[in-house]
C-alpha cells in the first residue's frame, strides 16, 4: 500500500480509493486526497498554523466517515482553508480530531458534499480500503 489514495475516473463528480493500515489512516488519507484535491496540491509540505478540534458523531460507522469530511468541508468553507487531519480519538460511532489550517483559499475546485453512494470500508489485505464519491 504505497499511496494512500488515488483518483478514479467519474464523470461529473470526483471519486477517490483511500487505502490505509488503520481505519485512522483511512480517516487521514480520505481528509488528505479530498484537500489536495480542492488544491491540486500536496498538502504534506505545507507549514502548520492554527489548529482547532472537531467532534463527529454518527449511527453508523460507515456514515462516520461521510459525515466526518463533510464537517471537514464545512470547516474548509467558514475559513476558507484546508487542513492536516490527526485522528486523536476513533470508535465505532464517534471521531474526534485535531485539524491545523495549513492554506487558505482561493482553491481550484470546490466540493459540496461527500455522498455515501455506495460507501464501505473493506479489509483488504494490508489494512483497510474504500471509495468515496464526492458531489461537485
Do not use: C
Not at 22 to 43: C, H, K, Q, S
Not at 91 to 100: D, E, F, L, P, W
Amino acid at each position: 500500500m504505497n499511496k494512500p489514495y488515488e483518483i478514479l475516473e467519474h464523470s461529473g463528480d470526483l471519486r477517490l480509493r483511500v487505502y490505509g493500515k488503520t481505519l485512522e489512516d483511512v480517516y487521514t488519507n480520505a481528509a488528505r486526497g479530498m484537500f489536495e484535491v480542492i488544491m491540486e496540491a500536496p498538502i504534506s509540505n505545507i507549514p502548520s498554523k492554527e489548529s482547532e478540534e472537531v467532534f463527529v458523531e454518527s449511527g453508523d460507522s460507515d456514515a462516520l466517515l461521510i459525515d466526518f469530511l463533510n464537517e471537514l468541508l464545512y470547516q474548509s468553507d467558514i475559513h476558507n482553508a484546508v487542513f492536516k487531519v490527526n485522528i486523536m480519538e476513533l470508535t465505532k460511532y464517534r471521531v474526534r480530531a485535531n485539524i491545523t489550517r495549513v492554506s487558505n483559499g482561493p482553491f481550484v475546485l470546490e466540493i459540496k458534499a461527500v455522498t455515501h453512494h455506495k460507501m464501505k470500508i473493506k479489509k483488504i489485505k494490508d489494512g483497510f480500503s474504500t471509495e468515496l464519491l464526492f458531489d461537485l
